[in-house]
């Protein structure tokens, strides 16, 4: 595959010397669901809106197949954006509204009309054809709204946070309609979100921005199991984050002092002296309950109080006191039951045990002991 677009070192500052995006240099792929992921304020959507020509870098440059339309208006470039609202007009039918981009570009009318058929097949809405807005739910309005910015063959689609509007079932629902258009239709699709859970489900590639800047891109895959900061680990996914001190090396291994418990590292870390400052980042469901004597001989092995269960359908979250004010986050699927789960009661002591090989090493001092977010 080949770049379709190269943001090269763009900046924009806002009114009062806000400064939203910090040189960013980014290349999106032809075809490709590249997702920019962060919380509000990183950036994210003004990046999105410069290259829909919304806004306009104060420095830097946008080149969009091979043309650079850094100062073009939005009508003049081959994009197109769908917003968080949707924006459908009330007064024109679902058909209507969709083929309202080629009304003002003036095709004919028998091939605008066959056009706004085909879209209308696609998104399966033909029965709704002469229905207005009012009359659809938030996942019709959404599909109308995805047709209407599909229909002109844009060289990239622009989505704005685009399941904000919807519940969380619906929007688990749309989030496979929409992968599934786009391995459809091939299109490359550039998406903002806070939401990691719609990120990792609907991307081919992730960018994470913090503080205008891009902290690291790369597969949903790369950027859970190898993330390279603690802000990514904390951010992309649920992430038991402990402070420690290293204590030495023995066996491959780096030993991470944390409060009582002795911790071995495989992954990272060689070469950093005792007594270094680290963090330790140990994702919830690679920590498994049992005693000892049941686990692998290489598990590290911990042992605490049950503080709380937090129950979640089909799966549990555990937060397990491991001593020194801090807590442990575990994940566990249920698959006969909660009923039929072993566990103790709450105050009682639990053994468990992880992978050294699981646990992800940063140098530096940059968690407090809990867990990257509430458990619940």
């Excluded at 809106?49 to 003049?76: H, S, W």
């Excluded at 239709?185 to 939401?195: A, E, P, S, Y």
């Excluded at 291994?253 to 270094?276: E, F, M, N, W």
């Amino acid at each position: 595959m080949s770049a379709i677009l190269e943001i090269r070192n763009v900046t924009k500052t806002f009114r009062g010397g806000v400064r939203a995006v910090d040189d960013v240099t980014l290349a999106v792929e032809e075809g490709e669901f590249l997702t920019i992921l962060g919380p509000s304020g990183c950036g994210k959507t003004t990046t999105l809106r410069m290259v829909g020509g919304f806004e306009y870098p104060d420095a830097g440059r946008i080149v969009l197949d091979g043309r650079d339309v850094t100062d073009l208006p939005p009508y003049r470039r081959p994009v197109n954006m769908m917003f968080q609202d949707f924006a459908l007009f009330p007064h024109l039918t679902v058909a209507q509204n969709i083929g309202y981009g080629l009304s003002i570009a003036g095709m004919k009318k028998r091939e605008e009309a066959r056009e706004v058929e085909d879209a209308l097949r696609t998104i399966e809405l033909l029965d709704k054809a002469d229905r207005r807005p009012a009359e659809l739910s938030i996942g019709q309005k959404q599909r109308v709204a995805l047709a209407r910015a599909l229909i002109r063959r844009p060289k990239i689609l622009l989505l704005d946070e685009p399941m904000s509007a919807l519940d969380a079932k619906l929007r688990e629902s749309m989030q496979v309609e929409l992968k599934r258009l786009h391995d459809q239709i091939g299109l490359t699709f550039m998406m903002v979100t806070h939401d990691q859970t719609e990120a990792l489900v609907m991307s081919d590639r992730i960018v994470v921005m913090d503080a205008g800047r891009i902290v690291q891109a790369g597969t949903p895959t790369d950027l859970y199991d190898r993330p390279e900061t603690p802000y990514v680990a904390n951010f992309l996914g649920t992430s038991n984050m402990v402070a420690g001190v290293v204590t030495g090396t023995a066996d491959g291994t780096v030993q991470v002092r944390c409060g009582s418990a002795l911790i071995r590292v495989t992954r990272q870390g060689a070469g950093l002296p005792a007594g270094a400052r680290v963090t330790l980042s140990i994702r919830p469901e690679k920590v498994t309950l049992g005693e000892g004597s049941d686990l692998p001989a290489a598990f590290n092995s911990l042992s605490g109080r049950l503080r709380d269960v937090f129950f979640h359908g089909d799966s549990v979250r555990l937060a397990i006191d491991i001593g020194a004010e801090r807590l442990l986050i575990v994940h566990r699927q249920l698959e006969t039951g909660l009923q039929q789960m072993a566990l103790p009661p709450v105050g009682g002591a639990v053994s468990l045990g992880f992978d050294p090989a699981s646990v992800i090493l940063f140098a530096g001092p940059d968690a407090d002991g809990a867990a990257a977010d509430p458990p619940a």
